[in-house]
């Protein structure tokens, strides 16, 4: 069955120190591996979608990676408004099987 | 360009009765997957729509149902509520199942 771990389940950090959030997995074929954000009481926000490893992709202070066996979220010099639940999920290569496997999230807390 | 909107916002219930939630997909858009979140929990696949069919189901009981309209809106109804149906009920809508999923903010629901 599809699997998805997330580490840490939280994390504090002091505005502009960087930290790397994990994400594992264990399928049996990835389509696509994604990340999202999510506010408290909110909907996921699309940050990323990876295919293949080595792919990297970047959006201001974030930076995510890809190997075979996990993700990394690298977050670079962080401010209070990254604070949020950070939420990986995949796809497998399935025909018909499109659902997203979700992990359990890592709590980002940023503080001034 | 309106994203995916979900109504209610919130809703309270009590145990056995019904509820009938709603989702308009984001414009160009054609297939609705319904996922819920329990609270410190990544969200958990209920089902997927397209063209107005159920194409795929995750491990819920048939109390879980849904419904897709011929403008790809969307309904998921629950029957017979337990306390352990309230979450946060997220709609997510994408074009043919492809990799670019759309969240909308949910609909939280407590069942009391």
């Known amino acids: 069955e599809d699997q998805v771990t997330q580490s840490p389940e939280a994390l504090r950090l002091q505005e502009g120190e960087s930290s790397s959030l994990n994400c594992s997995y264990t399928v049996s074929g990835l389509r696509g591996l994604f990340w999202y954000r999510q506010d408290p009481g909110k909907g996921p926000e699309f940050l990323f979608t990876?295919?293949?490893a080595g792919e990297e992709k970047e959006k201001e202070r974030l930076k995510a990676t890809l190997t075979k066996k996990e993700s990394f979220l690298h977050i670079t010099a962080p401010k209070p408004e990254d604070s949020a639940t950070y939420l990986c999920a995949v796809q497998v290569e399935d025909f018909g099987n499109e659902k997203l496997t979700f992990g359990t999230g890592t709590r980002l807390t940023i503080i001034p | 360009d309106a994203g995916v909107t979900q109504s209610p916002t919130h809703l309270i219930k009590t145990r056995g009765q019904q509820v009938t939630l709603r989702c308009s997909p984001k414009?160009?858009?054609?297939?609705v997957s319904w996922y819920q979140q329990a609270l410190g929990q990544g969200p958990q696949f209920i089902f997927q729509?397209?063209?107005?069919?159920?194409?795929q189901r995750g491990n819920f009981p048939d109390r879980f149902s849904g419904h897709q309209f011929p403008n790809y809106s969307s309904e998921l109804n629950v029957n017979a509520l337990l306390l352990g149906d309230s979450a946060l009920y997220l709609c997510a809508s994408s074009f043919q199942g492809d990799y670019g999923y759309t969240f909308g903010s949910g609909t939280r629901l407590t069942v009391v």
């Open positions: 729509y397209y063209e107005e069919e159920e194409r």
């Open positions: 414009s160009g858009h054609d297939t």
């Open positions: 990876l295919y293949s």
